[in-house]
């Protein structure tokens, strides 16, 4: 048995595993969202602890089964999200600076873009690590000394092997602006520019392999796998050939394409990042606001009762008569990244509906992963789905004909749990390479394009010209 660990942005899920990657428990439990300023966003580090408590006794008692039976720990966490704590105490010193906060605009638009671009494989947005962690430095705390600086994964490994360990992977290191993707090492002059001590930050291990011991329900089990939730995804949906590609519908959306052992500068719009499967890169598309935009409709709106609503509202359209909405509620990520652009709804008649909003939602997802799409030189070669919103068959259908490609779904949404499993036990030797999980992947459904494809061309014309909109 593997226990995954899956510590999202809105919640954490825990699974539970067998050798076949087949799901045999599961717990859950939800996080809440701090907005303390417009364009900040926050999250209680000693929740997020708690939340994986609860989520592992959950999956344990629903498997029934005990922590003595687990052979491995799988971790895969929502990236970017980066906080600082006392290192004799274990105590956060402030909420996380989480992954959508925009407060370090400002600080972004100093930065040399050209040396962190071709260095990082990223771009100067406030979305990465570095600016969060200079940003706490400065304003959290009067000395670093004694501390520790992390992404998520770094706090649950902490609190796991109760302060033993101070680890990351490259794919979350990756992700943070102070490591070159040439070394997948902190780079020192990145480190001086954003003002951050080495001594703070954790060590980079492998992404597969055993790094220490996590106590779980007293029961001392080896943390074998580590990743980012979308690399951990990319693995688990077994893209292990160039080309081949998944998008995970979330709370954002994100489309990673393996690209092999390339490290040139990415194409224009998208990131280059590690990858979990050891000697690989992907090209990687940001979408800040995905499911997201469903849930604003919901819960900020009142429009929907319940997130799995705005399939029948689509469904009762045979159109969306103009109705457009750009969910740029945390500005733009790939591949146009503008962190001033605001959302709109345009295209709003007397006619308009429910119906009409809901379904400009789906569509917006659809349509930015096809900007991302449309961004990667000679697109992908295949296309595997996961995450919430991927059970949503409205949403993957359309995705399906604005791609005018198949759109495979996993049997198992949950493939950044399922990643992060596969990777642990990969790391203590239930398979012997990453090929093998090729032969585990199930699909639960596959969405062939239909649709007359002028007439989802001249959709998709009418959302560039509403991004246009929202750039004003």
Known sequence: MILAIDQGTTGTTCLVVDGSLTVIGRGYRELRQHFPRPGWVEHDPEEIWATVVAATSAALADAGVAASDLRAVGITNQRETAMLWERRTGRPVANAIVWQDRRTAGACERLPYELLRERT???????????????????AVSSHVGLAAGTIDSWLIWK?????????DPTNASRTLLCALATLDWD???????GVPRSLLPSIVPSSGVLG???IEGVAVPIAGVAGDQQAALFGQACLSPGEAKVTYGTGCF???NDGGRLDRPPHGLLRTAAAQPGSYALEGSVFVAGAAVQWLRDSIGLLSEAGESERLARELSGNDGVYFVPALTGLGSPRWQPDARGLICGITRGTGRAHLARAALESIAYQVRDVVEAIPGGVASLRADGGAAVNGWLMQFQADQLGLAVE????REMTAIGAAALAGLGVGLWRDATELSAVWLRGGRFEPCADREQA??????????????LL
């Open 409 to 412: 779904v996993a049997v198992e």
């Open 160 to 168: 796991l092997t109760g302060g033993e360990v101070h680890a990351t």
């Open 255 to 257: 489309l990673l394409v």
């Open 457 to 470: 061309d001249a959709l998709y014309r009418g959302w560039q010209a509403a991004v246009q909109r929202a």
């Open 213 to 215: 011991e996590a106590m």
């Open 121 to 139: 494989g990223l771009v100067t947005d406030p979305y990465f690590s570095a600016t969060k962690l200079a940003w706490l430095l400065e304003h």
């Open 188 to 194: 020192d002059e990145l480190l001086a520019l954003f």
